[in-house]
């Protein structure tokens, strides 16, 4: 026989108003009398949060709930704690909960925290005496015991988060809701949290939690859900669910970039020509010395077109164009060339920016010791880069094609972006392929990533 579910819900739609100038009343009488309640809304003013949505938490069990901003997760979290109700649809817990959502939404500032602790404690259904046996817990855990007697409005926006989550994990709740509220204090403290989850784990809680962090669901979660939308677009193994959210948002970014790159180019197209462009500075990586702008990059075309880019691409693994790319991965720069006219001197450029326009590196056929003989008629250019070996971010590259001297017959400045995508946050600009070693006595273990 099934375990019956520490949380139930089945077929849940939450639909809410929206805001406009229209039909706007300012008080339940007035909408009442107006008639302008949900149901006599018409379709387009309405917003569905949620679109009947179904999921069961077993007890004891993780739930990681996942999506983008919008996608319903914090309403569907708020259904649950019975903080709003659905307009249609059931839901079900059973056991006592414990809400980490709007923390400190209950506390006073013109009181204590002490007196705070104890008003929030019996908020959550414990009693006056059961609060203040976990008292002193409550404050050593928030690290307040300097101002526990102090106004909560002296408090610090941590110090008030701090006290709110202390307060709600430390009520022993059968199902715990956790909204995105590790960001309530220093690292020391988010460790803190964390372990306390554990713990929760290790005693058979049942936690559900709504987060963006992706390695904290693969790391405590039995099961996710995925809300796109408002929708279940995907529940199950936390791996299998994450890596298809990963693949749906990297499809919306590439989406993003490709409208804002083409966005971009058709402006500086309609203003650049020959003519007005003759007084535009030479390509930054043409010749032995960069000019020092370099570091200065504004996106731009110019250039006699005599040569021209007429398209660039760059390739991912598959071959296929692309925005983004995983760090590591081998990508390739395409350019398709045409020439007016045969021309024997030509030199084709690269150069790549970060986010800041801060250039990371630049190189030309000159500097890499080829010499031009003969461009005619249409032809292709591929830069083969084996292993982009960069930081996850946002980067841009500049192509060209010039004379030797410099001479520019068609500049393309920072007028393609790509994405770099890496599980592994380090920081800077460049990740070289590296080994960790110790010695004897120094022991370290693989973690989660």
């Given at each position: 026989m099934a375990a019956t579910p520490a949380i139930d819900v089945r077929n849940v739609t939450k639909i809410y108003r929206r805001y406009a100038q229209k039909r706007q009343f300012a008080t339940l009488k007035s909408a009442l009398l107006t008639g302008t309640m949900i149901q006599d809304l018409r379709p387009e003013e309405t917003f569905p949060a949620l679109r009947d949505v179904s999921f069961s938490v077993q007890p004891g069990?993780?739930?990681?709930?996942?999506?983008?901003?919008?996608?319903?997760?914090?309403?569907?979290?708020?259904?649950?704690?019975?903080?709003?109700?659905?307009t249609s649809g059931t839901v079900t817990v059973n056991g006592r909960i414990s809400a980490l959502i709007e923390l400190g939404a209950g506390f006073h500032p013109e009181i204590s925290g002490r007196e705070n602790v104890y008003i929030n404690g019996i908020m959550l259904g414990l009693s006056k005496k059961e609060v203040g046996r976990r008292f002193d817990e409550i404050v050593e855990f928030a690290e307040l015991q300097d101002f526990i007697d102090a106004p909560v409005k002296t408090y610090s926006?941590?110090?008030?988060?701090?006290?709110?989550?202390?307060?709600?994990?430390?009520?022993?709740?059968?199902?715990?809701?956790?909204?995105?509220?590790?960001?309530?204090?220093?690292?020391?403290?988010?460790?803190?949290?964390?372990?306390?989850?554990?713990?929760?784990?290790?005693?058979?809680?049942?936690?559900?939690?709504?987060?963006?962090?992706?390695?904290?669901?693969?790391?405590?979660?039995?099961?996710?859900?995925?809300?796109?939308?408002?929708?279940?677009?995907?529940?199950?193994?936390?791996?299998?669910?994450?890596?298809?959210?990963?693949?749906?948002?990297?499809?919306?970014?590439?989406?993003?970039?490709?409208?804002a790159d083409e966005k971009a180019r058709a402006a500086v197209d309609a203003e650049s020509s020959p003519a007005a462009t003759a007084d535009k500075p030479t390509d930054p990586v043409s010749a032995e010395q960069a000019p020092a702008d370099m570091f200065q990059a504004t996106e731009g075309r110019w250039g006699s077109r005599e040569v021209e880019i007429t398209r660039v691409d760059l390739l991912g693994e598959d071959g296929e164009p692309s925005h983004v790319f995983?760090?590591?991965?081998?990508?390739?720069?395409?350019?398709?060339?045409?020439?007016?006219?045969?021309?024997?001197?030509?030199?084709?450029?690269?150069?790549?920016?970060?986010?800041?326009?801060?250039?990371?590196?630049?190189?030309?056929?000159?500097?890499?010791?080829?010499?031009?003989?003969?461009?005619?008629?249409?032809?292709?250019?591929?830069?083969?880069?084996?292993?982009?070996?960069?930081?996850?971010?946002?980067?841009?590259?500049?192509?060209?094609?010039?004379?030797?001297?410099?001479?520019?017959y068609d500049y393309h400045r920072?007028?393609?972006?790509?994405?770099?995508?890496?599980?592994?946050?380090?920081?800077?600009?460049?990740?070289?392929?590296?080994n960790w070693s110790f010695s004897k006595g120094i022991r370290l273990r693989p973690g989660d990533l």
């Amino acid at each position: 026989m099934a375990a019956t579910p520490a949380i139930d819900v089945r077929n849940v739609t939450k639909i809410y108003r929206r805001y406009a100038q229209k039909r706007q009343f300012a008080t339940l009488k007035s909408a009442l009398l107006t008639g302008t309640m949900i149901q006599d809304l018409r379709p387009e003013e309405t917003f569905p949060a949620l679109r009947d949505v179904s999921f069961s938490v077993q007890p004891g069990c993780t739930y990681g709930v996942i999506g983008r901003n919008g996608s319903g997760k914090s309403t569907a979290l708020k259904c649950v704690a019975g903080i709003t109700k659905p307009t249609s649809g059931t839901v079900t817990v059973n056991g006592r909960i414990s809400a980490l959502i709007e923390l400190g939404a209950g506390f006073h500032p013109e009181i204590s925290g002490r007196e705070n602790v104890y008003i929030n404690g019996i908020m959550l259904g414990l009693s006056k005496k059961e609060v203040g046996r976990r008292f002193d817990e409550i404050v050593e855990f928030a690290e307040l015991q300097d101002f526990i007697d102090a106004p909560v409005k002296t408090y610090s926006s941590g110090m008030y988060m701090r006290l709110g989550f202390a307060v709600a994990i430390h009520v022993d709740p059968d199902v715990l809701l956790v909204d995105e509220v590790l960001a309530v204090g220093d690292e020391g403290f988010t460790h803190k949290c964390l372990d306390k989850f554990g713990e929760f784990r290790r005693r058979g809680k049942t936690i559900l939690l709504v987060t963006h962090s992706l390695g904290l669901v693969e790391r405590f979660c039995d099961e996710v859900l995925w809300l796109d939308q408002g929708q279940n677009r995907a529940s199950g193994d936390p791996r299998r669910v994450c890596g298809m959210y990963i693949t749906a948002v990297e499809k919306s970014e590439e989406r993003m970039l490709a409208q804002a790159d083409e966005k971009a180019r058709a402006a500086v197209d309609a203003e650049s020509s020959p003519a007005a462009t003759a007084d535009k500075p030479t390509d930054p990586v043409s010749a032995e010395q960069a000019p020092a702008d370099m570091f200065q990059a504004t996106e731009g075309r110019w250039g006699s077109r005599e040569v021209e880019i007429t398209r660039v691409d760059l390739l991912g693994e598959d071959g296929e164009p692309s925005h983004v790319f995983h760090s590591g991965e081998k990508v390739t720069v395409r350019l398709d060339v045409a020439a007016k006219k045969p021309v024997a001197d030509f030199v084709f450029g690269f150069g790549l920016f970060n986010a800041e326009g801060v250039c990371c590196y630049g190189t030309n056929t000159s500097i890499e010791q080829l010499i031009s003989e003969k461009l005619e008629g249409t032809g292709t250019v591929d830069l083969v880069i084996d292993r982009l070996d960069l930081t996850e971010g946002t980067y841009k590259i500049d192509v060209a094609v010039h004379k030797l001297d410099g001479y520019p017959y068609d500049y393309h400045r920072l007028l393609y972006t790509f994405r770099v995508k890496s599980r592994t946050k380090d920081v800077g600009i460049y990740r070289p392929q590296h080994n960790w070693s110790f010695s004897k006595g120094i022991r370290l273990r693989p973690g989660d990533l």
